[in-house]
C-alpha cells in the first residue's frame, strides 16, 4: 500500500519466485508514481516480470493521475519503456454508452468549443469566448483513455470491450490460480454516472447531444479529474479528543447518510481468492451495492462472509462504511489508505463501526500515514475492542503479507 496522500494505490504480488503474478489497483498521484510505483515497477520488470492486471477503479484525481505518468512513460504496449502490461480495466465516457449512440452524430461548432475547454481547464462554465470563429486548442494532455488507444494496450478484453459491470460479467478467472468476483458497479451506477455528465453538458448547451466523437471520452475524463468532492449529508458528530471522552463507542451515530457521488458509485469493487485467501478491496464504493452483491456469495445458513483483508471504502469515509454492510463482513486486517487531508478521512466514525462489535479475534488497522494522537490509538479502547493499529515505520510503502 503505497503512500498516495489522500489517494489509493495498491500493488498485489501473488505467487512464489517460479510464478508470480503482479496486480496495480489506482496509482494515487503523480508523485506516487515518481516516488514510488515508477521504483518498484522497475524492480519487478528487472527480475523478468510484469503486471498482470492494471485495475483504474474509477476517475478521480487521487485514483488515476499517477497511473497517467505511468502509461505517458510506458508508451506503447509492445515495446514497454518501464513494464509490460497485459490487461487494463478502465472506465472511460464510451463505457456509459449502455444504450447505442448514433456513429456519425456530428457535434455543431459550440459543443465541441464547450468540450475542448473541458478538456483543457477541467471544468463547465468558462468565460472564455464561443464564437467558434477560430480553433480551440486543448493544453497538452492526454486522458487515460486516449493513452490507452495510442500504445494499443487491451483494454477491458475480459468483459469483450464493454463496461467493467457485474451485469456484464462476474466472475473473471486471470488463471487457474485466480479468481475475481466483481461487485461494483453495475449498469445501473453506470447509467447514473452517465446522466450526471449529460446533466452537467446540458447546463451549458440544453440540446447537448451524445457523440462517439473521441473528444467526448478526453472531455469526461478531465472534468471528472478536476471535480473536487466534498463530503456532504449529516454533520459528523465532532468530538474533542479528551480522557473523558476517548471511548469509541462515543463518536456512533444512530444514523447514518450514504455516498451520492455518481463517480464513486461507479467504483470498481472486487473480491481476488486466491490459494485458499480472499481479499475485498471496495475502492470508493456505495455500500448499499457491495451489500446487495456479497449476500449472493452467502451460502443458507451463514451469518457472515469471512475476508482475509478488507481495503475499506473512500478512505474511511463514514457515508462509504454502513453498519449494514459491516453485519455482513468482517476481517482480522483493515486498511486505511489515506493521510487525512481533503476531507479528514478516515472518519471517527468509521474506525468505531469497525471495532465496536464483538469479534473472537485481535483485527489490525493498517494505515499508510501515521495521523498524530487519534481515539483508534487509546490503549483502553484497543484492549476494549480487541484490535491493533499499524502505521508505517517511514515514508516507504505498507508491506502486508499474508
Given at each position: 500500500m503505497f503512500p498516495a496522500l489522500e489517494g489509493d494505490c495498491i500493488l498485489l504480488s501473488l505467487g512464489d519466485q517460479l510464478k508470480r503474478t503482479h496486480i496495480l489497483i489506482d496509482g494515487g498521484f503523480a508523485v506516487t508514481y515518481k516516488n514510488y510505483i515508477k521504483p518498484r515497477l522497475q524492480e519487478i520488470s528487472s527480475k523478468g516480470e510484469h503486471i498482470s492486471l492494471v485495475v483504474v477503479t474509477h476517475?478521480?484525481?487521487?485514483?488515476?493521475?499517477?497511473?497517467?505518468?505511468?502509461?505517458?512513460?510506458?508508451?506503447?504496449?509492445?515495446?514497454?519503456?518501464?513494464?509490460?502490461?497485459?490487461?487494463?480495466?478502465?472506465?472511460?465516457y464510451k463505457?456509459?454508452?449502455?444504450?447505442?449512440?448514433?456513429?456519425?452524430?456530428?457535434?455543431?461548432?459550440?459543443?465541441?468549443?464547450?468540450?475542448?475547454?473541458?478538456?483543457?481547464?477541467?471544468?463547465?462554465?468558462?468565460?472564455?469566448?464561443?464564437?467558434?470563429?477560430?480553433?480551440?486548442?486543448?493544453?497538452?494532455?492526454?486522458s487515460?483513455?486516449?493513452?490507452?488507444?495510442?500504445?494499443?494496450?487491451k483494454w477491458n478484453t475480459?468483459?469483450?470491450?464493454?463496461?467493467?459491470?457485474?451485469?456484464?460479467?462476474?466472475?473473471?478467472?486471470?488463471?487457474?490460480?485466480?479468481?475475481?468476483?466483481?461487485?461494483?458497479?453495475?449498469n445501473e451506477k453506470l447509467y447514473k454516472l452517465q446522466e450526471?455528465?449529460?446533466?452537467?453538458?446540458?447546463?451549458?448547451?440544453?440540446?447537448?447531444?451524445?457523440?462517439?466523437?473521441?473528444?467526448?471520452n478526453d472531455a469526461y475524463e478531465f472534468y471528472l479529474m478536476n471535480q473536487r468532492e466534498i463530503e456532504k449529508g449529516y454533520e459528523i458528530k465532532e468530538i474533542s479528543y479528551t480522557e473523558s471522552?476517548?471511548?469509541?463507542?462515543?463518536?456512533?451515530?444512530?444514523?447514518?447518510?450514504?455516498?451520492?457521488?455518481?463517480?464513486?458509485?461507479?467504483?470498481?469493487?472486487?473480491?481476488?481468492?486466491?490459494?485458499?485467501?480472499?481479499l475485498l478491496f471496495l475502492g470508493d464504493s456505495h455500500p448499499q451495492l457491495i451489500k446487495l452483491e456479497l449476500e449472493k456469495l452467502m451460502n443458507h445458513g451463514d451469518s457472515k462472509l469471512f475476508f482475509d483483508l478488507?481495503?475499506?471504502?473512500?478512505?474511511?469515509?463514514?457515508?462509504?462504511?454502513?453498519?449494514?454492510?459491516?453485519?455482513i463482513i468482517d476481517s482480522d486486517i483493515f486498511l486505511l489508505s489515506t493521510n487525512g487531508g481533503r476531507n479528514k478521512h478516515p472518519n471517527n466514525e468509521t474506525i468505531a463501526k469497525i471495532v465496536c462489535r464483538e469479534t473472537h479475534k485481535?483485527?489490525?488497522?493498517?494505515?499508510?500515514?501515521?495521523?498524530?494522537?487519534?481515539?483508534?490509538?487509546?490503549?483502553?479502547?484497543?484492549?476494549?475492542?480487541?484490535?491493533?493499529?499499524?502505521?508505517?515505520?517511514d515514508q516507504q510503502y505498507t508491506v502486508i503479507e499474508l
Open positions: 476517475i478521480d484525481t487521487d485514483h488515476i493521475e499517477g497511473i497517467l505518468e505511468l502509461f505517458k512513460e510506458n508508451n506503447v504496449a509492445d515495446n514497454p519503456q518501464i513494464i509490460k502490461i497485459e490487461e487494463v480495466w478502465h472506465n472511460s463505457h456509459l454508452q449502455l444504450e447505442e449512440v448514433a456513429e456519425l452524430t456530428k457535434l455543431d461548432w459550440k459543443e465541441i468549443a464547450i468540450l475542448s475547454n473541458i478538456k483543457s481547464k477541467g471544468r463547465i462554465g468558462s468565460k472564455e469566448s464561443l464564437s467558434g470563429e477560430k480553433d480551440i486548442s486543448a493544453e497538452h494532455g492526454s487515460l483513455a486516449a493513452l490507452l488507444y495510442r500504445g494499443n494496450y475480459h468483459f469483450n470491450g464493454l463496461a467493467v459491470s457485474c451485469d456484464n460479467k462476474n466472475i473473471i478467472r486471470l488463471d487457474s490460480d485466480i479468481v475475481i468476483r466483481l461487485l461494483s458497479p453495475n450526471y455528465w449529460l446533466r452537467e453538458l446540458q447546463k451549458e448547451k440544453y440540446d447537448f447531444k451524445l457523440s462517439k466523437d473521441e473528444l467526448f471522552t476517548k471511548d469509541l463507542n462515543d463518536y456512533l451515530s444512530s444514523s447514518e447518510s450514504y455516498d451520492s457521488s455518481p463517480a464513486n458509485g461507479a467504483s470498481i469493487s472486487f473480491v481476488l481468492e486466491y490459494n485458499g485467501k480472499k478488507i481495503k475499506v471504502s473512500h478512505h474511511g469515509s463514514h457515508r462509504n462504511t454502513s453498519k449494514n454492510l459491516l453485519e485481535k483485527r489490525r488497522l493498517i494505515f499508510n500515514y501515521l495521523h498524530g494522537e487519534q481515539p483508534w490509538d487509546d490503549e483502553g479502547n484497543k484492549e476494549k475492542y480487541n484490535y491493533n493499529v499499524n502505521y508505517p515505520e
